[in-house]
């Protein structure tokens, strides 16, 4: 593993390999023990959209491990005023041991990594939402023991999130089935590697989606970017709500996942997040310890 650009790129060795080690470093930072596996180690962020859990997770993360963070807005790059992402690679990839970045488009979170000579994190685009999906697998693995087998189900937007999870959970042997409005899907990309996989359904009726779950997740329906197409979306998401008919139909244990920020009434109602809100946070927390790991498996000793 060279860099983290989308779960696509990953195999369910490398998925495990990451879990296993953020375990191991969550044991670690909660018993004291020191962990410092990146001392002398920089990591550059690249913000280009807004963020409350990556930038300090991320941040944290690295100080723990004895690195150092510099957070780099894109309104404070040469980015923002139109300097080429081939040639901020070239420079960057001189001063520090890694980047993590934030924007919009997959392409120019490729283009990185093809044109620098450090590992590439994705924090998120438009297209996947790995950091995220990693945490998620961990924390699912900690309440229900292991992963092989169990019913994921997806309700909601077929962006980042849906995109990131259907690819992480088939390669995990996960069943997964997600449900949203026909006209929004999942990528292309997704759906070809999915629809090669028996374990995979998709459907416009939520409730069989989460029929028999064992975690079901959802997301914002208007994605950071989407901010002019709210009004549509969620007349388009009106039935794609997490609530307790829907958890009803999901295997009485069920877990929820959501990986923040959450809008109560929207995507999920506000009594089945502050049921699941454990779950949820552990989630977030996660995003701390499966990063650190990331980092550790990327930037760390070869
Ligand atoms: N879940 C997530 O990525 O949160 P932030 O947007 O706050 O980083
Ligand atoms: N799908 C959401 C995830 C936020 C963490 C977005 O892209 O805004």
């Known amino acids: 593993m060279k860099h983290l650009l989308k779960m696509l790129d990953l195999t369910s060795e490398d998925i495990t390999g990451i879990l296993n080690l953020a375990d191991q470093l969550k044991y670690e930072q909660k018993h004291g023990i020191e962990h410092r ?28 491990l004895g690195g150092l963070p510099i957070f780099l807005s894109v309104n404070d790059l040469q980015i923002g005023r139109g300097e080429p992402v081939q040639d901020t ?23 990185l990594a093809q044109n620098g000579s450090i590992p590439i994190i ?65 990528s292309a990309a997704v759906l070809d590697f999915a629809v090669t996989h028996p374990a995979f359904s998709i459907t416009t009726d939520p409730k069989e989606a989460a029929k ?33 008919e ?13 990986c923040l920020p959450a809008h109560r009434g929207e995507e999920i109602t506000e009594e089945m997040f502050e049921k699941h809100a454990k779950e949820i946070f552990d989630e977030a927390e996660n995003r701390l310890h499966a990063q650190k790991a990331v980092l550790v498996t990327l930037l760390g000793k070869k």
């Open 89 to 111: 690679a070239r420079v960057l990839s001189r001063y520090l041991d890694g980047i993590m970045i934030r924007t919009f488009k997959q392409s120019e979170v490729e283009a």
């Open 212 to 244: 028999g779950a064992d975690v079901v997740i959802t997301d914002v329906w208007s994605s950071m970017g989407m901010e002019d197409e709210e009004k549509k979306r969620r007349e388009a998401f009106k039935g794609f709500q997490v609530n307790e």
């Open 246 to 258: 829907i958890m009803s139909a999901a295997k009485s244990d069920a877990m929820i996942q959501h």
């Open 122 to 186: 994705n924090g998120l685009t438009d297209f996947s939402h790995p950091c995220q999906v990693l945490a998620d697998l961990m924390t699912i693995r900690e309440y229900k023991g292991s992963l092989e087998g169990l019913k994921l189900c997806f309700i909601g937007d077929g962006n980042n999130m849906m995109n990131s999870l259907i690819v992480a959970g088939l390669k995990m042997k996960m069943e997964v089935a997600v449900a949203c409005p026909a006209e929004y899907k999942p």
């Open 37 to 64: 596996h990146l001392a002398g180690k920089t990591l550059g962020m690249i913000f280009e959209k807004a963020s409350t859990r990556t930038r300090v997770s991320f941040e944290v993360g690295m100080y723990q």
